[in-house]
């Protein structure tokens, strides 16, 4: 119910791109939350989503401070995904880049680095990761699959982006050859040996169930040590409930 309802929210608003839009600008913010105990030694990175929910977030961000674990937020312009493929791989591209460098900023005065990262932000998580294998010891993933291109080609959230797509003349072939370099098998190596929580939907509408499933499978194959659950609950429900409750 949760996922129709959101879904019809954002399909019946029509697509305004922000024309002063450039992909150096696909980071728009970061920020650092300190706990509120006795630091535990652990920072926890987590990647927002497209149209990110920030009070789900700020549920997760307080839970961990209340732990002790230090948190950086990574935010991503929402036109980082938009009816522009050759951009959105340059923007990727930026966002890659400008997060480690806060990542690196962050990271030298902790012991272990932590991943989360929910739907598309798993994007730009394992963008991330593949570039930094040695500094990311752990990873949470909520409802992420394992192509961009079968999100946005498949998803319902992704319906007006779609079609412009369409009436640009792109193919689902031409889209996901192109976008090849941000699908997550090439940083699922990374994980080997490493915990990783998966939470998955089987009844998700944005983020296709079996692009979810090829992801977990990519990682186990990679050695990565999952601990994968599984809900029907759809989309937003999934990333609310784990972004609330914990894992």
């Known amino acids: 119910m949760i996922d129709q ?23 728009a913010s970061t920020e650092v939350l300190h706990p509120s105990a006795e630091s535990n030694g652990k920072l926890e990175v987590m990647f927002s989503a497209w149209h990110h929910s920030p009070t789900y977030y700020g549920y997760e961000a307080n839970r961990q401070a209340a732990l002790g674990t230090t948190v ?35 990271a030298k005065d902790f012991d272990t680095v932590h991943f989360l990262g929910a739907s598309s932000g798993i994007v730009a998580l394992s963008s991330v990761a593949g570039q930094m294998p040695d500094q990311v010891n752990s990873a949470t993933i909520i409802a992420g699959g394992h192509s961009l291109t079968d999100s946005v080609w498949f998803g319902a959230r992704t319906r007006l982006l779609r079609e412009v ?39 998700d509408r944005n983020v296709p169930p079996q692009s979810q499933k090829a ?31 914990g894992f």
Not at 20 to 26: E, G, K, Q, T, V
Not at 72 to 89: A, C, F, G, K
């Open 165 to 203: 797509l369409v009436r640009q003349g792109w193919k689902y072939e031409e889209l996901a050859e192109l976008w090849d370099p941000l699908a997550t098998r090439h940083a699922s190596p990374t994980f080997q040996s490493k915990p990783v929580q998966f939470f998955r939907s089987l009844s």
């Open 5 to 27: 309802l959101m879904n019809r929210r954002a399909m019946s608003d029509p697509l305004q791109p922000n024309h002063s839009y450039h992909p150096n600008l696909a980071l």
């Open 72 to 106: 950086l937020t990574l935010i991503s312009d929402p036109q980082v995904i938009e009816p522009n493929p050759h951009r959105v791989l340059k923007s990727y591209k930026f966002l890659t880049e400008a997060a480690c460098a806060a990542i690196d900023t962050a």
């Open 215 to 245: 992801y977990a499978d990519e990682l186990r194959t990679a050695g990565a040590v999952l601990d994968e659950r599984v809900t029907r609950l759809g989309h937003y429900a999934s990333i609310g409930l784990r972004l609330r409750k």
